[in-house]
C-alpha cells in the first residue's frame, strides 16, 4: 500500500492566516490526490481532486498543488468555517490511501 | 440534491456480521462508482471498497477482502456494506461514499457525496 503522511499533526491559526498542510506519499502518485475537509458530526466534503482542481461550490481561497510524491493544500485566508479536519487521499492504485488528517484549530 | 441516509447495527459482539446500508435519494445510483469507508482509532480513514452497481464490479482493499461484501440493488438505490467476523478492531465510523463513474485513475474525481455516517462498536 501507498503511506500518506500529513503534517502537520495539528496547526494552530488565526482567522485571516495563510495555512500550508503538506501530504507526502510514499511513492510517486502523479498527481491523483483528492483533499477532504471533514467537521466531527458531519459528512466529509470535497475540496480538491487530481491534486490542484477545485470541486465545484469550493472557495478560490483553497488552492492544491504538488506532483510525484509532495503535495500541499493551501487556504490564503483562513475563515471561521475552515477549523476542521483535513485529509489527503491518493488514488493511484487501486486501493486507496488516506492521510492521518491535520486538525486545523483556533489559535 | 444527492443524500445518502445510513443505517445499521451499532453495537455488535466480537464475531459478528456488521451490516450496513446506504440508501441514495435525489440521483441514481448507476454511473457511479460508490464507496465504503472507515475511520478507526487504530488505522485512521480507510478505504474498504467500492462498487460499480451498473456492471457488478466490485473491488475490495486487501486487507480486509477476505471479510467484506459489498452491495447494490438498483430498484432500491441502496448499497450494502457486510463485514464479517469482527472483532474490537473494527469499531469505528463507517461512511458510504459517491465517486465518479469511469476509467480510474484518469476519471476519478474525488468522492464527492458522503453520507453522515454510522458508528460500530465491537464489544463483548
Known amino acids: 500500500d501507498i503511506q500518506m503522511t500529513q503534517s502537520p499533526s495539528t496547526l494552530s491559526a488565526s482567522v485571516g492566516d495563510r495555512v500550508t498542510i503538506a501530504c507526502r506519499a510514499s511513492?510517486?502518485?502523479?498527481?491523483?490526490l483528492a483533499w477532504y475537509q471533514h467537521k466531527p458530526g458531519k459528512a466529509p466534503r470535497l475540496l480538491m481532486y487530481?491534486?490542484?482542481t477545485l470541486e465545484s461550490g469550493v472557495p478560490s481561497r483553497f488552492s492544491g498543488s504538488g506532483f510525484g510524491t509532495d503535495f500541499t493544500l493551501t487556504i490564503s485566508s483562513l475563515q471561521p468555517d475552515d477549523f476542521a479536519i483535513y485529509y489527503c487521499?491518493?488514488?493511484?492504485?487501486?486501493?486507496?490511501?488516506f492521510g492521518q488528517g491535520t486538525k486545523v484549530e483556533i489559535k | 440534491q444527492v443524500h445518502l441516509q445510513q443505517w445499521g447495527a451499532g453495537l455488535l459482539k466480537p464475531s459478528e456480521t456488521l451490516s450496513l446500508t446506504c440508501a441514495v435519494s435525489?440521483?441514481?445510483?448507476?454511473?457511479?462508482?460508490w464507496t465504503w469507508i472507515r475511520q478507526t482509532p487504530g488505522k485512521g480513514v480507510e478505504w474498504i471498497g467500492e462498487?460499480?452497481?451498473?456492471?457488478?464490479?466490485?473491488n475490495y482493499n486487501p486487507s480486509l477482502e477476505s471479510r467484506v461484501t459489498i452491495s447494490a440493488d438498483t430498484s432500491t438505490k441502496q448499497l450494502s456494506l457486510k463485514l464479517n467476523s469482527v472483532a474490537a478492531a473494527d469499531t469505528g465510523v463507517y461512511y458510504c461514499?459517491?465517486?465518479?463513474?469511469?476509467?480510474?485513475?484518469?476519471?476519478?474525481?474525488?468522492?464527492?457525496?458522503w453520507g453522515q455516517g454510522t458508528t460500530v462498536t465491537v464489544s463483548s
Open positions: 487521499q491518493q488514488y493511484n492504485t487501486y486501493s486507496w490511501t
Open positions: 462498487i460499480n452497481p451498473h456492471s457488478g464490479y466490485t
Open positions: 435525489g440521483g441514481s445510483v448507476s454511473g457511479y462508482y
Open positions: 461514499a459517491r465517486g465518479s463513474g469511469g476509467l480510474r485513475p484518469l476519471y476519478f474525481y474525488g468522492l464527492d457525496v
Open positions: 511513492q510517486s502518485i502523479r498527481n491523483w
Open positions: 487530481k491534486a490542484s
